[in-house]
């Protein structure tokens, strides 16, 4: 009885102000917020701000919410997140609606970067597919899942271009190329919202981290960014604008400064550049606890930071609660204005508004879904699929690949039984024990036809002190009892009865993601010598490398017969490998993040800008911009894969050679499979501008096509270009195409030699 009394303020309040039909247009929406908002006092305002976490699931900070039960009731909770399934969504969304004063439901929220249960490829693997029909459809399969286990705020895409694969966190986002990457930020917000919030098995999407945290200095994870403006505009920025255009739901600010103020605090970012000039018109989240983080930037005490934070334009606080525990003194002393608060208030409610939550706030708590939403057949087929075209083959001697289903085998590797290291980095909601390893994928897909002999021959790392620290979230370095020598051993002994070795090696998943960065990216010593080992038998030898970031991998490239880039591909990782490796899918994934030859060549990517002393080929000449070292060129470039069959390029042909503001050019080129296999390829088309007001890239991808050529079979893949596309931002940031003249190349990766030009007028 005390319960119901306490219960029936709250949903008589609440249904007084129930939307009529939500989703009716802005002045609904501004009429109901504008209702909602007469009855709040300030304190429940600034409870809107709140982000916490419970606690419980994997936290990416020290700190965690405390108490939440009682803010909820108190009203001092916007959104949770860290809480999963509809039962336990629902019983927190009861203590919200029926507990607090107004009843107002909150957001749950969740990292859902790489597919909800059914994990798909590490986002830095699914760029690789360069197929955004695909992408889309995973982002997709995980609102799906993500919504039937009652989350509908996904903290994703991670947009973040980075050419520095010392940052672990490289394995998070696309690559270093921004029109890749904005082709990849719509698809994954397409694949989210699905452009209609009110579905049930859609979701609010968050573009982060803004800004430019792909590009901390060294490659340490949290480091100081520092970069001219021109280009944020011309070569970071692109991707979250993109997510902007595509109507993303929210943005999340990064843990970074940006051009001397952090990016939570940072006006001219959150405001001037994000909504006035971008028209965003969602709300702002922080990362974790990053409003509290400006105190160690020096930017001052909690309440400081927090009011900077909101007057910059951050509207809701992620887990630091500054917000909560210093706006109303702020408000008192006159440092925030009721305006301020109302504004991130308003912003907060127009997303619950918006995903329907008025209507029904506990419309994505449903008991039934998870069984049939979740892990279905159908979302594994997609996660297989999508698993094997991302996989990059970057050398493949007297097509040593595929190998036949028949004879003897050696699979050798840390990561060839390891199931553990499956899912990727960041994959918080899946389960490794999902997860099929290489061994499984092997059996799978060869059954008895193939005579397989496993050995590990040799552990991830051999460093305890190492191990220790990627072992945080759970085992992912084990080290064998065995000594070194015995394992490597085994792994000869079993290579000496094959007929070709597949040695799996590469990175454990927590070597790379977030505060995983290194400065040596080359295979740890014990897995090298195993490679080398291996090599030395003479046999026939594939390497498998495993990782969520760019490798220094020279040597295992000089040493190997073929070559397969796998990063960490999900749940059906070893299903899918074995496709590949037995030809049942060729592979078509090609590179979107350069392979450095050494660390010393970081931060490295394709679209460099000339110097006034460009080098002269590979070779060192004095006085130009070379090394002594090493070549400028990277060991595997921006676009680059293998098939197993071969691609050829003729004919490109442009439809005008003069371009004027107001119509288009159209760019063709026809593309023979000339090998034995059919096959996709992505056609790559690189611009550049030969003469501007800046220094521009030698080239730049301005468009690519993946398609199907049946062997033998020929096809045009043809372009359109406008003026649109060349434009850039100038000095003064303002933003179009200058006539002159450009030439085009098309081809199979960057170094696309095929060329042709043509002039804007
Ligand atoms: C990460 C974000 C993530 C957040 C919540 C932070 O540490 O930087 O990407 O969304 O934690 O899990």
New binding site residues.
């Given amino acids: 009885m005390k319960k119901l009394i306490f219960i029936l303020p709250a949903l008589l309040l609440l249904m007084s102000c129930q939307p009529k039909e939500s989703g009716s247009g802005k002045s609904d929406m501004d009429a109901f917020v504008n209702d909602l908002m007469s009855k709040m006092t300030i304190q429940e305002k600034i409870g809107q701000l709140n982000l916490v976490t419970p606690g419980g699931g994997i936290l990416?900070?020290s700190v965690v919410s405390t108490d939440v039960e009682s803010k909820i009731k108190n009203g001092q909770v916007g959104g949770i997140?860290g809480v999963y399934g509809p039962e336990k969504t629902r019983q927190a969304q009861k203590l919200a609606v029926e507990e607090s004063r107004l009843g107002i439901p909150m957001l749950f929220g969740s990292?859902v970067i790489h597919g909800y249960k059914t994990t798909f490829p590490l986002p830095l693997g699914l760029a690789s597919s360069w197929d955004m029909e695909l992408i889309e459809k995973t982002a997709q399969i995980a609102a799906k899942e993500a919504t039937a286990d009652g989350i509908f705020w996904n903290?994703s895409p991670?947009v973040d271009i980075s050419r520095d694969p010392r940052w672990g966190r490289i394995s998070e986002g696309s690559g270093e190329d921004p029109y890749l990457g904005s082709q990849i930020a719509r698809a994954m917000v397409k694949g989210y919202q699905q452009d209609d919030l009110t579905r049930s098995n859609t979701m609010m999407s968050t573009v982060?981290?803004f800004a430019l945290y792909g590009a901390s200095e060294a490659g340490r994870d949290y480091n100081t960014v520092d970069m001219s403006r021109l280009r944020m505009f011309n070569d970071y920025f692109p991707p979250y604008k993109a997510a902007v255009d595509e109507g993303v739901g929210c943005v999340?600010s990064s843990?970074n400064d940006v051009d001397g103020v952090p990016a939570s605090g940072n006006k001219w970012l959150l405001t001037d550049v994000l909504r006035n000039q971008w028209g965003f018109d969602g709300f702002v989240v922080s990362?974790?606890t990053s409003v509290n983080e400006m105190i160690a930037h020096g930017m001052g005490d909690l309440q400081a930071v927090s009011a900077l934070a909101l007057k910059a334009g951050l509207d809701m606080d992620?887990v630091g609660e500054g917000f909560l525990t210093t706006l109303e003194k702020s408000l008192e002393e006159g440092k925030v204005s009721e305006a301020d608060i109302n504004l991130a208030c308003r912003r907060v409610l127009e997303a619950k508004y918006k995903l329907g939550l008025f209507d029904d706030p506990y419309r994505y708590f449903d008991d039934a879904r998870p069984a049939k939403d979740i892990l279905t057949a159908e979302n594994r087929k997609v996660a297989r699929e999508a698993a094997a075209r991302t996989m990059v083959l970057l050398k493949n001697e007297e097509q040593l690949l595929p190998l036949k289903k028949s004879g003897t085998i050696a699979l050798v590797g840390p990561l060839v039984d390891s199931r553990n290291n499956m899912l990727g980095t960041w994959a918080p909601t899946g389960e490794t024990r999902y997860a099929v390893t290489v061994k499984e994928g092997f059996e799978n897909v060869v059954g008895e036809s193939v005579n397989v002999l496993y050995a590990r021959g040799a552990n991830i790392s051999d460093d305890p002190e190492f191990a220790a620290k990627i072992n945080v979230f759970g085992p992912k370095i084990e080290i064998d009892e065995r000594s070194p020598e015995a394992m490597i051993n085994e792994a000869l002994a079993a290579a000496k009865k094959a007929d070709v070795v597949v040695a799996v090696v590469g990175e454990a998943t927590e070597m790379t993601g977030?505060s995983s960065s290194l400065t040596d990216i080359s295979l740890p010593e014990c897995q090298k010598k195993l490679v080398r080992a291996l090599a030395k038998t003479g046999k026939p030898l594939v390497v498998v490398n495993m990782s969520g970031r760019p490798m220094t991998i020279g040597e295992e490239n000089e040493l190997a017969d073929a070559l397969l880039q796998v990063w960490h591909a999900g749940v059906e990782t070893g299903n899918a490998l074995a496709d590949v490796i037995f030809g049942d899918y060729n592979p078509s994934g090609k590179l979107t993040a350069t392979f450095p030859r050494n660390v010393g060549q970081i931060p490295i990517y394709y679209a460099l800008r000339n110097t006034g002393r460009p080098q002269d080929g590979e070779q060192f000449t004095k006085f130009k911009s070379n090394y002594l070292d090493v070549s400028n060129t990277p060991l595997f470039p921006f676009g680059y894969g293998l098939s197993y069959t071969r691609f050829e390029y003729k004919e490109l042909v442009l439809d005008k050679s003069t371009l004027t503001n107001t119509d288009e050019i159209k760019v063709s080129v026809s593309v023979t499979n000339t090998g034995n296999f059919d096959g996709e390829e992505v056609v790559q088309l690189y611009v550049r501008d030969e003469v501007a007001s800046i220094t521009l890239p030698l080239r730049e991808l301005k468009g690519f096509q993946k398609v199907f050529i049946p062997k033998g079979d020929t096809k045009e893949v043809v372009f359109t270009l406008r003026a649109g596309d060349l434009a850039f931002y100038h000095s003064d940031l303002s933003f179009s195409a200058e006539p002159g003249e450009f030439t085009v190349f098309v081809g199979g990766d960057s170094n696309a030699s095929l060329s042709a030009k043509f002039s804007l007028e």
């Fill in positions: 990416t900070g997140f990292d903290f991670m982060k981290h999340m843990f990362d974790y992620m977030e």
